[in-house]
């Protein structure tokens, strides 16, 4: 029902003589709010992960890659993350970063560690992150509109190489299968020591998953060409 709505919408605006805006600008809206958290992550300065210090703060991140696994050549050296996150404050109630918690500074360690138990196929020094601490209640928005603007590699929503964010479970509490992103990248003692787990997909098929989804995933080479891109979706 709501797809006819806004079809019909869109053929009235079509048809009427008088133009339209592309969207208005609305400050309460959780889709702005969401562009301009995430157009402040990006003006924050990278750093290495395997650098990042223990800090106050919930919020969100990016994770890039600039590494030769060949399969992400693409995006390697680029403004694209590989994958980005959000970590939700310790308190739901958490006003100042204090009370937020340490949480961005954990789930960049956790990330960290699952990269450097894939050192096989990954190495742990060629990831850079940014990351920026938000008001409690904004890191959801801002994680939604940067999934959709880049579209990474890694993340479950993009149904590519998913299971990078997941955390593990003895295979004797529930029965699943193991993701792509370990099949890719094995190295989590968790994701191989049951050898009744299988891949949900072969390594072939993620690879080709993976070859096509870049080739039709628009590459930021420069941060620059990441605002401009911002700038041009606020267009009326």
């Known amino acids: ?104 500074s954990r789930r960049l360690k956790d990330h960290l560690r699952t990269i450097r138990q894939a050192e096989s196929t990954l190495n742990p020094e060629r990831f850079d992150c940014r990351y920026l601490v938000v008001q409690t209640g904004w890191q959801g928005a801002a994680e939604d509109y940067l999934i959709e603007i880049f579209r990474p590699v890694w993340n479950n929503e993009t149904g590519i190489c998913y299971g990078f964010g997941k955390h593990g479970d003895s295979p004797s509490t529930r029965s699943n299968k193991r993701s792509p992103w370990d099949t890719l990248h094995p190295g989590r003692d968790w994701a191989w020591k049951d050898p009744k787990m299988i891949d949900s997909r072969s390594k072939k098929k993620i690879l080709t998953d993976v070859s096509l989804h870049l080739a039709s995933t628009k590459i930021s080479q420069s941060s620059e060409q990441v605002i401009q891109g911002f700038l041009d979706e606020l267009s009326q």
Not at 50 to 58: L, W
Not at 65 to 75: H, K, R, S, V
């Open 1 to 104: 029902m709501r797809s006819f709505v806004e079809r019909a919408e869109a053929l009235a605006r079509k048809l009427d003589p008088i133009h339209w805006p592309r969207f208005v600008f609305d400050p309460g809206d959780p889709v702005v709010v969401g562009r301009f958290i995430a157009l402040a992550l990006i003006a924050q300065p990278r750093v290495p992960l395997d650098q990042v210090g223990r800090f106050h703060g919930s919020g969100i991140y990016a994770l890039y890659y600039d590494g030769d696994f060949p399969p992400y050549a693409p995006i390697s050296g680029t403004e694209t993350p590989i994958y980005v996150g959000k970590a939700d404050p310790a308190q739901d109630s958490a006003r100042n970063p204090k009370k937020q918690g340490d949480r961005i």
